[in-house]
């Protein structure tokens, strides 16, 4: 039976493909139970998908799931997720900023009791200040938005039990957040502490508007707030609107003619409730986006080969 599954998303990593099952393997190779390697290639462009042939040619510990498009980083790690045979699941990426010789802590904590073993950053090398700023603010935003208490500095690295796996699994939405369903499922989770390395080679795939759309994933996923503040929006504009009218009177009824009274302040209103309800449609565009995303009922992702599982490929 196999313990241990390590989930690894790929997409075009073949600079990092050969490094990382190197120090993967050692790790495994130190562990006392069955180990499987799941990668997942997402896509990609380059090489990779024909490394990982190789990879599982030379080992039949080696499985991977081909996707028939780039779906994204977590519809990657969801596929992984759904094929992951291990009582232990192990997410990692490929690009070896997470280092795999952390794994053992991780299951040392699995055996203490503990279902989610999150690694969480203590530093990020060779990372830009404006990287470091918007990661620091995002986790303290998304932590006041959403019901659910999200780690901060945690990534998708991490050990889930087989039971956190199975209901993560059974989860239908498609615009998926990993660390917001493993913070919301529960069970008895931990954290273990690590300095980031930079990327082993290659360029850096998560762009600042695939972190920004992963950030709204998170917080539109995970709660209702921002409906709120729709709502808050609204009624301040009312107070600022009745507050005008006063002012207006006033000025009209015990002071000169002011220029404020004419075309700029009809002008200042104008722009001031086009913003306020552009930002309200926004918010409620985004909800009604994951709604028919929802109802349309496809498959989160399209599988083109699947090598190395009960499954034959196709």
């Known amino acids: 039976m196999i313990q241990y599954s390590i989930v690894i998303p790929v997409f075009n990593e073949e600079e990092n ?7 993967l393997s050692l790790v495994a190779n130190s562990l006392d139970g069955e180990t499987e390697y799941v990668f997942i290639d ?10 990982l042939d190789e990879l599982n040619q030379k080992d039949s510990r080696v499985h991977y799931l081909s996707l028939a498009r780039n779906f994204g980083h977590q519809i990657a790690v ?28 991780l299951i040392q904590k699995w055996r203490e009791g503990f279902h989610v073993v999150y690694a969480q ?24 938005f959403t019901d659910v208490s999200i780690p901060t500095d945690t990534g998708d690295f991490c050990l889930m039990s087989r039971e956190v796996v199975n209901i993560i699994n059974s989860m239908p939405e498609r615009n ?10 529960g069970f008895p989770q931990t954290s273990v502490k690590f300095n980031r390395d930079p990327r082993f080679a290659g360029e850096v795939k998560y762009t600042f508007k695939k972190s920004l759309g992963l950030a709204l994933d998170g917080i539109i996923s995970l709660s209702r707030k921002p409906l709120k503040i ?16 006063i002012l207006v009177i006033f000025w009209r009824w015990y002071q000169a003619p002011v220029q404020l009274i004419g075309y700029t ?13 552009l930002i309200c449609l926004g918010i409620l565009g985004e909800y009604i986006g994951r709604i028919y995303d929802e109802v349309k009922q496809r498959p989160i992702y399209t599988l083109k080969k699947v090598v190395g599982f009960d499954q034959k490929s196709f």
């Open 176 to 185: 998926r957040y990993i660390r917001g369903l493993r913070a919301w499922v």
């Open 17 to 23: 493909l050969y490094e990382a099952y190197n120090r």
């Open 265 to 277: 302040m009809i002008t200042v209103a104008i722009f001031f409730l086009g913003a306020v309800q």
């Open 78 to 105: 969801t596929a992984g997720l759904n094929h992951a045979q291990g009582q232990a699941i192990i997410i990692i990426d490929a690009d070896l900023q997470d280092p795999p010789e952390l794994i053992p802590e």
């Open 121 to 144: 950053r203590i530093s990020r090398s060779q990372e830009n200040w404006f990287k470091k700023l918007t990661a620091y603010g995002f986790y303290r935003i998304l932590n006041r």
């Open 230 to 245: 729709a709502t808050y929006l609204g009624l301040m504009t009312t107070l600022v609107a009745i507050a005008m009218i």
């Open 42 to 51: 997402d896509g990609s462009q380059d090489r990779s998908l024909q490394i």
